[in-house]
Structures are given as structure tokens and as C-alpha cells.
């Protein structure tokens, strides 16, 4: 994604990149659900959506279901999109908040989310407002594997050199910069500014410059994963599903042709045969390959960019991937970096910059990911009570009380996540607010009542409107065709 991104966005300044990667060390080899953000990305890189989603699996993905995580058998999707429209000076989940209240016969929040009434009907379509209640947007899920091979194309039709081969060795300038990495086979390369996209081992931003860790473990604690693919069994929905587990929770991922499946927990809480054993008795589908594990601690680097080295992906940080965001950090180190990029060397305003942007993206996002473990009432599990008794980041206890007194929620301008995603998990969670907008009280229950009814009338009519998930994707020339068919 960087090489791709720094080709076709900087080009034209007669850059020479080089990327490296080493077939014998490989990839992570997880992360297939997306957010919306990817799509500008792929306009950014010129990337054609069809031959993109044929090239690598891709199904359309709308939001996430959450199942179990408020209290067993609860249900609720973050959609990406909006709830409702304005239908008064209040925001509009005030409207549903009181009808509720007043013991109306109101619908689920959900069902005022078009993504959400068609994510669970199995339809899509592309969205064909901007704004108002018909307005959405939608992300992908693919094989990451396919799209980092579909980008590495990308990039060296965009110029990019990419050589094979293991970094054995860093050289540094006297003056502490990086100055030359040296391969396996003895070749040298030199550069001016290296990007760090070297996973978990971060070779240059921690091995060579040790630039810190932020662990953030007390508050994201899950530290562990195991990963399946399995044969497709019911449906191919057009949405991620996380199942709330006894000690984490377990992902489904439908692509094309398999589903991705894995269960993320926290080693104090269960073993990992007993966290296997949670994942492989879960599966829809035949499984069609061998279970993995993998090893993470949540956190960041204390500067993702250090001297004349930018950290992107794994090497820069990790949060656990309950909302999808780590493909989409990458994305936004990238976007960033192309803003800031250097122009004859590193200036310190322009890295302050870049580590303080990154910085706020990654403390909202860790804020965002624990709400969902905080507000639990799965009682009686070591794991969720200790969740719900810990002591919070101080920005996270400030949007919870915002919410529970006034429901008021965060808005950001830019950045992940916005209203309507806290809105989501918050009443999704059963955090219901103590006091509503007063405003909701200039319009009669009679008028709100009908507001409400035609809005959800008009959504569900506009979801049976739409296409079957797989067929859009057939009749849209995006069915999957491996490389070379
Ligand atoms: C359990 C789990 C689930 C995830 N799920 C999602 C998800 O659903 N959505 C999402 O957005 N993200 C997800 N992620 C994150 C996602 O997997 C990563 O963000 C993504 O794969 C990018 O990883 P990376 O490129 O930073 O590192 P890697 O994939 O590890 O790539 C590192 C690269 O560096 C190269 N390299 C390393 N050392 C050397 C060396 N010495 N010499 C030469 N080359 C070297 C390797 O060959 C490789 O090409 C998940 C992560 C985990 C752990």
C-alpha cells in the first residue's frame, strides 16, 4: 500500500523507490475486513473497484455485527452510514430515545440504518444519496494477501524497483540517520528516507533507532488470536460478524470463495488449546486449513516517525481487530506522509506533525475499541467483569458520561470514529441516557410516531429494492478470478 501510495500520489517529483520485501519471512497473513476509507485510497492509487474486488475475493461489507456483547444474545451492527434524518432541532436518536421511553412501539435503532436493514436482508446496492436517510457507504472484504500482490503490480507499473531478499544489517550516518540497508545477498541500498512496513519485527523504527513502545495492554488485554479459514456455509453476508466469547470474541470474515474466521483472546483468561478449541467448534464450514496462531501486544510506537524512518503498519503499532482499523491506520500514515512529505530532508515541525496526527488517530480508536469491552453486562466471566470494573483512559470516561448524562456523543471533524459509530455501540451496549435534548419536546408524540414510521417504511423498501449481495457483486464483473484465469 505505502509503495503504491508514494508512486502514484508523488511520481512526478522524480522520487526513486525501492521496495523490499522477503518471500522467505512472508506476511502476517490475517486482516480482511475493511472500512469505508479503502475506496478513496484505491481512487487515490487508481484502482479500478471491479477488477479490484475480482482480483482479490471481495464481498461488500456494510458494518460489523456485534453479537452477545451487551448482554447474551443481544445483536446490533455499527453501519457505515447514518441513522435516521433530521426530523426536528434534536439530533435524531433523541426522537427514538423518547418514543422509547414512552413505551412506543418503536422499531430497533438499527432498522433506521440503511446499511443495517440491508446488511441483514443480504442486499446491496451502491448508495445513491449523498446525505439524508438514503446516504451510506461501504467498505470491502477481501484477501489481504491478494490486494498487497494486486498493489505491489500497481506500484512498479507506477516506477516502484521492488527487490527480494532478507535485511540483514542497518547502516547508520555519524549523524544517527539511516543511511543503507544491506540484504542477505550482500547488496546494498541506500535511500533518503525508508518507510518501516516490516511487521511485528519493526527492523528499522525499534530493532535499529529503539524508538519506545506505548503498551496499552491494561486496557486492551486480548493478546492472542487463532486463525481459520473455512468452507462457506450459509450465506456470504455483506458484513463482518464479532461474537463476544468468554474471554475475547471471534470474527467471520465472508469473502467469495471462503470465510475467514478467528477467535482473539486474552492468554490470563484461557488457554490457547481452550481458545482453539472455542474457534474450531464454531465454525460454519469445513475448515480449509490449518489453524494459525498469532502473538500481539496492543500499542503504539512512541514515534511513528523517528529520524528518517516512518513506521506504517504492524511495525508502527497494533490494536486489536474488532473494528477493522489496522489496514485503515496504514491507509492514513500513508495519506499523511504523502501531506508532510520531506522535501530535501526531515524537518522536526513536519515530524512532530506526523506523530501528533497519528497519535490522536490511535487514542481514538483505542477509546472507540474499549467501550465495547467496558460496556458489558456479560456477568459472572472473569474476563468481561474485570473488563467492566477497569479504570478508563480519561478520554473515554469523558465521552461515556457525555453520553449516559445528555446523550451527547463525540464529533470529530476528520478522523475515526464519528457520532453515529460511538452512537452505535453505545445504545447497542444498553447505555441509555439519564436526560434528553429538551428539544425533542416541541413536536408532539403523534408527529414523531408518524416521522419514525415512515422513515422505517421507507428503508425497508428501499432494502428489498436492492440486489442480492452475491449477485450485485456477479452482475457488477466483480466475481472472483484467480490470478492468471
Ligand atoms: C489477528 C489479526 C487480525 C487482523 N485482522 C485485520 C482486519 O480484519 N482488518 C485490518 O484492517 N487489519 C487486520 N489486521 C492487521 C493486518 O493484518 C495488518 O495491518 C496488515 O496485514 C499489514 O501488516 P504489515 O504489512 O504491517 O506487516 P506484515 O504483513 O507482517 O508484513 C511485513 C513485511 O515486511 C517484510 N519483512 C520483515 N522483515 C524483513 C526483513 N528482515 N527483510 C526484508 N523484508 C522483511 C516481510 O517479508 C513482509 O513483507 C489483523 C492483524 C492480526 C494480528
Known sequence: MTAAGLSRSLGGLGLSITLVESDAIGTVGVGEATLPHIRDFNRIVGIDERDMMSRTAATIKLGIEFRDW????????????????????????????????????????????????????????????????????????????????????????????????????????????????????????????????????????????????????????????????????????????????????????????RIGNGHVYCERYSTDQGALDVLMGNLEGTPIAEPRQLVFKTGKRRQMWNRNVVAIGLSGGFLEPLESTSIDLIQTGILKLIDLFPTDRCELADVSEYNRLMDLEYGRIRDFLLLHYVANQREGLPFWDDMRHMELPASLAAKMDAFRSRGLTPDYSDGLFLLQSWLSVFIGQNIIPETLDPRVDTMSAGERQAHLERIHSTLLESAEGMEEHLSFIHQYGASFKQSGA
Request: proline share 6%.
Open 70 to 257: 451487551g448482554r447474551p444474545g443481544d445483536r446490533y451492527m455499527h453501519p457505515f452510514g447514518t441513522y435516521g434524518e433530521t426530523i426536528g432541532p434534536a439530533p435524531f436518536h433523541h426522537y427514538w430515545l423518547k418514543e422509547r421511553a414512552n413505551g412506543g412501539q418503536t422499531a430497533a435503532l438499527g432498522d433506521y440504518s440503511l446499511p443495517i436493514v440491508a446488511g441483514w436482508n443480504g442486499r446491496f446496492e451502491p448508495p445513491s444519496a449523498q446525505e439524508g436517510m438514503l446516504a451510506y457507504n461501504y467498505a470491502f472484504q477481501f484477501d489481504a494477501g491478494l490486494y498487497a500482490a494486486y498493489l505491489a503490480d500497481v506500484a512498479q507499473a507506477a516506477g516502484v524497483k521492488r527487490q527480494e531478499g532478507r535485511i540483514v544489517e542497518t547502516r547508520r550516518s555519524d549523524a544517527g540517520d539511516i543511511v543503507s540497508v544491506v540484504l542477505d545477498s550482500g547488496q546494498v541500498i541506500e535511500g533518503d528516507l525508508f518507510v518501516d512496513c516490516s511487521g511485528f519485527r519493526a527492523l528499522l523504527i525499534e530493532q535499529e533507532l529503539q524508538t519506545g513502545f506505548e503498551d496499552w495492554s491494561h486496557w486492551l488485554p486480548c493478546n492472542r488470536a487463532w486463525a481459520v479459514p473455512c468452507a462457506i456455509g450459509a450465506e456470504s453476508t455483506p458484513f463482518t460478524r464479532a461474537t463476544a466469547r468468554d474471554a475475547g470474541w471471534q470474527w467471520r470474515i465472508p469473502l467469495q470463495h
